[in-house]
């Protein structure tokens, strides 16, 4: 019904950037909220940053003013905008949405299948 195709991860040094994306396409008659999570090698998934339709967005403490998060709702995609990488960022980053179904008017969750960030010189 819906996918969200994440983009733009890879290898970077210690303070290089990258800018993921994530388009979501499908069945949608809107998206509430959009947000980046990521899943450390041994370690549980966790929310980065998140954004409403509206624009509202929210970070995980540790990464406000490193990350930010954007978002074009014409194009129903999320950008994730990372400086000052570090090791400790390496992580698989996956997109999320909640999403109204446009046939069902039902409000279902979506994940991406996730894009690596590895950061190491």
């Known amino acids: 019904q819906v996918q969200l195709v994440e983009s733009g991860g890879g290898l970077v040094q210690p303070g290089g950037s990258l800018r993921l994306s994530c388009a979501a396409s499908?069945?949608?008659?809107?998206?509430?909220?959009m947000a980046w999570y990521r899943q450390p090698p041994g370690t549980e998934r966790s929310l980065v940053a998140s954004i409403t339709n509206g624009g509202g967005t929210s970070y995980a403490d540790s990464l406000k003013g490193r990350f930010t998060i954007s978002r074009d709702n014409a194009k129903n995609t999320i950008y994730l905008q990372m400086n000052s990488l570090k090791p400790e960022d390496t992580a698989v980053y996956y997109c999320?949405?909640?999403?109204?179904?446009?046939?069902?008017?039902?409000?279902?969750?979506?994940w991406g299948q996730g894009t690596l960030v590895t950061v190491s010189s």
């Open positions: 499908g069945s949608i008659f809107s998206i509430a909220i």
């Open positions: 999320y949405a909640d999403v109204l179904i446009s046939s069902t008017y039902s409000l279902r969750r979506f």
